[in-house]
């Protein structure tokens, strides 16, 4: 489901900032040799992720789902002096890539790139994230929330990918017969029902959930 006009979406890309050229060329290179390059957040979503970082500057964040880096090189914008990104993938395949890009864009003391299980390496982690970015698994997004939720400080956020999954998350034969839609409408329906946090749902790209931790 295409969820802009194309029209506007082309205008759209047109006045947003460009991606800087190592962005751009992990973005060619993913369409290029990757598998499911749809995976990748991309020049729209990558700048809203930047300016998000830029605005909040944080210390620590915490990515699950790293793909090929790009979104863990568009937090890197933002964060603070001295600051961490802990990002975590099960795919050991695409591990040359990313360390690639990383070295590349001289950022081996700032990002560091973690291979396996998540809730197993999120339970080893013992950083404060003032943000965790969830775009992994979507059967595990529940489960992802509730392993980070202590890590993320009063006033951290909490940003989900995919929440909108082209549409599906209306349909109910799609919820009934997808674990992945089911686990989506689950996530945006705790979200909604937990009073530690304030929300807003973006339409941007497949649906950007953001939360605002605001209680314990």
């Not at 880096?69 to 964060?79: D, N």
């Not at 050991?92 to 001289?106: D, F, M, Q, S």
Request: glycine share 6%.
């Amino acid at each position: 489901m295409e969820f802009l006009d194309p029209a506007i979406e082309q205008y759209v890309n047109a006045h947003t900032s460009h991606e800087s050229e190592i962005l751009r060329s992990l973005n060619r290179e993913t369409h290029q040799k990757i598998l499911q390059p749809r995976m990748l957040s991309g020049h729209l979503q990558g700048r809203v992720l930047s300016m998000i970082t830029n605005m909040i500057k944080p210390k620590n964040v915490l990515e699950i789902g790293t793909y090929t880096g790009y979104s863990a090189l568009c937090f890197a914008e933002g964060i603070q002096k001295g600051g961490r990104i802990d990002t975590i993938d099960h795919n050991e395949e695409l591990e040359p890539i990313v360390t690639r890009y990383i070295k590349e864009a001289g950022l081996q003391d700032v990002i560091h790139h973690h291979i396996g299980e998540a809730l197993e390496i999120i339970e080893n982690l013992d950083h404060k994230y003032d943000i965790v970015f969830i775009d992994a698994d979507k059967e595990n997004y529940l489960n992802y929330y509730q392993a980070i939720f202590e890590k993320v400080p009063v006033g951290g956020y909490i940003i989900a990918d995919n929440v909108l999954w082209s549409g599906k998350i209306l349909d109910r034969k799609e919820i009934e017969n997808d674990p992945d839609t089911k686990a989506l409408v689950e996530y945006n329906e705790e979200i909604m029902a937990d009073a530690r946090v304030e929300n807003v749902l973006f339409p941007i790209r497949d649906g950007l959930m953001i939360a605002r931790k605001i209680a314990e």
